[in-house]
C-alpha cells in the first residue's frame, strides 16, 4: 500500500515560519509530479504548489507566491513545502499528492496517490 506522510505542521505566529515534509513509499517517487494541496476551515480544497519529477520546475498558486518554495529529494523520497511569512489565511490541513502529470487540480481524485495531511495554524 502507497504511503504519503506529512509532518511538521503546528501552530505559527503570524509572519512566522513552518517546513512541511512529505515522506512517500512503496511507490517510484522519482516518477511522479509531487504536489501539496491544502483545505481551510469550512472551505473547499486549494492547490498550493507542484514540482516535476526531477524538482528542477516549480509551480505556485498566486496566493502563496513568493512565500512557499517547494522542493524534493528523491534520494529520500521526500517532498518538502518550506513557509514563510505566513498569514492567518494560510490556517489549512495541508496534503501531499502525487501523479504523473502536470496539474493545478484541487480534486483528490484527480491524483494517484493522497497523504492523510497536517495541519498548520497560523493564530497569535
Known amino acids: 500500500q502507497v504511503l504519503l506522510v506529512e509532518s511538521g505542521g503546528g501552530l505559527v505566529q503570524p509572519g512566522g515560519s513552518l517546513r512541511l515534509s512529505c515522506a512517500a513509499s512503496?511507490?517510484?517517487?522519482?516518477?511522479?509530479?509531487m504536489y501539496w494541496v491544502r483545505q481551510a476551515p469550512g472551505k473547499g480544497l486549494e492547490w498550493v504548489s507542484g514540482i516535476d519529477t526531477g524538482g528542477g520546475n516549480t509551480y505556485y498558486a498566486d496566493s502563496v507566491k513568493g512565500r512557499f518554495t517547494i522542493s524534493r529529494d528523491n534520494a529520500k523520497n521526500t517532498v518538502y513545502l518550506q513557509m514563510i511569512s505566513l498569514k492567518p489565511e494560510d490556517t489549512a490541513v495541508y496534503y501531499c499528492?502525487?501523479?504523473?502529470?502536470?496539474?493545478?487540480?484541487?480534486?483528490?481524485?484527480?491524483?494517484?496517490?493522497w497523504g492523510r495531511g497536517t495541519q498548520v495554524t497560523v493564530s497569535s
Open positions: 499528492a502525487a501523479t504523473r502529470y502536470r496539474t493545478t487540480a484541487a480534486s483528490k481524485g484527480a491524483y494517484d496517490y
Open positions: 512503496r511507490f517510484i517517487f522519482s516518477n511522479y509530479w
